[in-house]
């Protein structure tokens, strides 16, 4: 009885302060009970003539194993039996990878072997009527060991292979720089003992590598994304521990010094890329894509809930980004406020991945540590992937919308999809259509201008600590008959709307995608 009294002091004092400060509940984060955005949902949506419809794939994932960080751990985990995970998939325990051990050596090490089948999934892209194709130039390809001052020419060449198969096909290569993976000699202790982007010689390391790439293939490559997803890798890596380095830290602003590292390689990426074009009287568009969620509080009426779920969604999805924008890291409820030197304003667009929505839950007993919620129990009849993470589309036009408000600058969806590892796939296409008419309304209501939508992913492939087990692929993946491609249905529907370049009347009344 004294302790219930006393909690509602406390949250009486919560509320009164939300209302003194001004954050009148109406004005705070709300949940919302849209599935759909309201809008257009028959006849035609058409896309602009000139917009890319791509799909993407990344080095680690689908390629044979570099030198990396990455294959450092996934050898690890394979030498000492670390296939932990639970039940379902999107649970498997840190410093993990989730049934690895089940895999013969060839497809641990080959992936999905595209580099040794990347002209036949180049061409099958083409045919289902890509003009856009993403994936990532691997710095341990280039850079496998330390000492080497100039990159590795049998990794220039099979980039200039990989690009010349893109060019054949008419499709525009989308290349990134950095997704999640490093030489494993990078995250090596320098004479202070600082390892990775800490490292004092971390620039000069980055720098040698964004030259390499500026010079061989400028201008064959005009699309750039210097990071993927910082803000996935810096809570991984560095506060839950899933990721390498798998390292736990106590909290955000005790992995600063890693942000800042990471800002200051797009800059001098960002630069780099910017004077070697200039010189050679080429274009290049250069930006980094964000891993965005829809955060929403898990119970509308709590104002902790809800006060929390602002400071959330502007830690992941636009603190990184806002650094960009004004030169400055400021991360929010921290003390960190730090000036980069130029940073400011070294984005031509704003690249956005989106998956999902998540529920945040305070406790007033904590209120520092909320907890991050993957679904709601209170609302089972919620769709989900096999991952576990919700289908929201209303939550992507907010996010298109919003990030469009913020900075003014054209939008490349660079990753959207979904894990459905069904044969007849119907979670992906219904996936697909709704998100799709999310794109479109926010173009045609929200006036956003949206320059891309790239699908992840191309084919089944390597999903980091869920192992070859979550399947995003529109192609899946045989992996125990010589990685044989067979296209899902959501391949061919996908291809109808690219050919289209619209999502057809017919289309929308067969998914329901309102």
């Not at 003194?20 to 759909?36: D, H, I, T």
């Not at 990159?151 to 690009?163: C, N, Q, S, T, V």
């Not at 990721?243 to 630069?271: C, F, M, N, T, W």
């Not at 125990?480 to 289209?500: C, M, Q, V």
């Amino acid at each position: 009885m004294v302790r219930k009294h006393w909690l509602a002091i406390l949250v009486g004092f919560v509320v009164l302060a939300v209302v003194v400060g001004g954050l009148a509940l109406s004005k705070l984060p709300g949940r919302s009970a849209l599935f759909a955005t309201p809008g257009k949902d028959s006849g035609t949506l058409a896309f602009p003539k000139d917009f890319t419809w791509g799909v993407s794939i990344a080095g680690q994932q689908t390629e044979t194993q570099q030198p990396s960080d990455w294959t450092a751990f996934e050898l690890d985990v394979q030498r000492n039996q670390r296939f932990e995970a639970g039940p379902t998939l999107g649970t498997t325990k840190p410093g993990h990878i989730r049934n690895l051990g089940k895999w013969s050596e060839t497809v641990r090490h080959e992936k999905t072997g595209f580099d040794k089948s990347y002209p036949q999934d180049i061409e099958m892209a083409g045919s289902m009527g890509m003009n856009g194709f993403r994936t990532s130039i691997e710095w341990a390809r280039l850079f496998p060991r330390a000492d080497m001052t100039e990159p590795d020419p049998e990794g220039i060449a099979y980039y200039k292979r990989l690009l010349a198969e893109m060019k054949k096909q008419h499709i525009t290569p989308f290349m990134t720089l950095f997704h999640y993976v490093a030489p494993a000699w990078f995250f090596q202790p320098d004479a202070s003992g600082r390892k990775g982007w800490e490292r004092r010689d971390a620039m000069l390391q980055w720098q040698r590598y964004v030259n390499a790439v500026a010079d061989n293939f400028i201008p064959d490559v005009e699309q750039w994304c210097t990071l993927n997803e910082p803000m996935v890798y810096i809570y991984s890596g560095y506060i839950d521990g899933t990721y390498p380095p798998l390292e736990k830290r106590k909290d955000l602003s005790a992995a600063a010094d890693v942000i800042e590292g990471l800002l200051k390689a797009h800059a001098l990426a960002y630069q780099t890329l910017h004077e070697v074009a200039e010189a050679r009287h080429a274009h290049v568009n250069v930006g980094i894509t964000e891993a965005t969620e829809a955060f929403e509080p898990l119970r509308n009426w709590a104002p902790l809930d809800r006060i929390t779920t602002r400071m959330v969604d502007q830690a992941w999805n636009w603190d990184f980004l806002d650094a960009i924008q004004s030169g400055k890291l400021k991360l929010v409820d921290t003390a960190v406020d730090r000036k980069v030197d130029g940073l400011q304003g070294t984005q031509d667009y704003v690249g956005i991945n989106y998956y999902t929505r998540v529920y945040v839950s305070s406790d007033i007993m904590h209120p520092t540590e909320p907890k991050i919620v993957l679904r709601d129990p209170k609302a089972p009849d919620e769709p989900y992937n096999d991952l576990g993470l919700l289908t929201y589309p209303h939550g992507f036009y907010n996010i298109l919308t919003q990030a469009y408000q913020r900075y003014d600058k054209p939008i490349y969806i660079l990753e959207n999809g979904t894990a459905d590892g069904a044969d007849n796939d119907v979670a992906r296409q219904k996936f697909l259509i709704s998100h799709l008419r999310e794109v479109w309304l926010a173009m045609s209501q929200g006036g956003v201008d949206v320059r891309s939508y790239i699908h992840w992913s191309l084919f089944d492939n390597f999903e980091w600590v869920e192992g070859f087990d979550a399947r995003f692929g529109l192609v899946a993946i045989d992996y125990e008959n010589g990685f044989k491609r067979t296209p899902r249905p959501s391949a061919k529907l996908y291809s109808t709307i690219a050919h289209a370049n619209a999502l057809s009347e017919e289309l929308l009344r067969q998914y329901g995608a309102k």
